[in-house]
């Protein structure tokens, strides 16, 4: 009984220590300058990470391959020894530059300041702490510096975009050069004030003025200048340029009415009072367009004269510029992967 209890013990001792290798095996080992271990760890919380990326966009987790993952992993421990060896150094100033660049992008598109504060929650809401994105900041600022250091020839060849391509784009797409229904404006403007009684008078005033503009005895310009209250237009004879109907933001900023009245009116004449979300206003239409589809030649909006052949001839050159960019990328990955060492232990 006692020999039978010691088989046992050695028994689980010895499925203990497999079990225990198993657990403790690397997925890959590379070697380019030092041998590096790849863990199980790794690339479990890696492969988690991509699932979870795949499942917020409503795909199917189960299609994460972890042997691919596991290449993508491979290739970055490829990119850091190879950046160590070739001299690429990225500084915590060059992280802080494009951590405030982002910082700077974000209140762009906001349109308004954020406070430091606000940018980090951001952060952590997205990558998990502010560390981890500072992380993934300088592997990426490593990763654009080495490949521009070794595939110099590659990326600087100058990209050509031809006629035919142009024309080919366009003709696929043209449906989504339309230009949306637009008018030119001018307006006579009186701000709301925090006093109702000085808001009826304001808009007494308008009236009156409108009255007299329609009535031919005042010119619309003369009543600019007299009676306006806004300044940056008012030089311009009440010139606040083209309005177009699907611009949401201006709709929401001055509110359907205004919009009703300025795609109403006719060319050439002035509108009675309007009250908009901001103070009272007389429009006067100076332009009108039609929805269409723009020609290749056509200016994109009436406030530029940059044309959708323009806009085309950008667009190609920035998708060959990336295309370029990916290939520079995958031919330096293929130069690493030749002159290291990888073994992939992981096994599907």
Known sequence: ???????????????????????????????????????????????????????????????????????????????????????????????????????????????????????????????????????????????????????????????????????????????????????????????????????????????EVAAKIKAGTMTFEKAVVDYSQDAQSKNKAGDIGWLTMDNTDAQAGLGDAFFDVAFTTDVGTTSPVVTSLTGYHILKVLAYNETKILGLDEPISPNTTSTIRDYIRSELTSAKQQETYYQAINGLVDDLRKSATVNILYKK
């Open 1 to 207: 009984m006692k020999r039978r209890a010691i088989v046992i013990a050695v028994m689980l001792l010895v499925g203990f220590h497999l079990v225990a290798a198993t657990i403790g095996a690397p997925a890959a080992t590379v070697r380019l300058t030092k041998t590096t271990p790849i863990s199980m760890a790794e690339l479990d919380a890696e492969v988690a990470e991509y699932q979870q990326s795949a499942k917020t966009a409503g795909q199917d987790p189960s299609t994460i391959d972890p042997l691919q993952v596991l290449n993508l992993l491979i290739n970055n421990e490829l990119f850091r020894q190879g950046a160590a060896r070739d001299g690429v150094k990225i500084t915590d100033s060059m992280i802080d530059s494009a951590y405030a660049s982002q910082k700077a992008n974000l209140e762009a598109s906001y349109g308004q300041n954020i406070s430091d504060e606000q940018f980090s929650e951001v952060i952590k809401n997205n990558f998990g702490s502010v560390e981890a994105y500072r992380k993934m900041v300088g592997e990426q600022l490593m990763v654009d510096s080495y490949v521009r250091l070794k595939k110099a020839d590659v990326l600087n060849k100058p990209v050509s975009i031809t006629d035919t391509e142009i024309n080919s784009f366009y003709r696929k797409n043209r449906t989504q050069f339309v230009s949306p229904e637009t008018v030119k404006l001018s307006h006579i403007y009186i701000p709301f004030s925090a006093d109702q009684a000085t808001n009826d008078k304001n808009k007494a005033t308008l009236d």
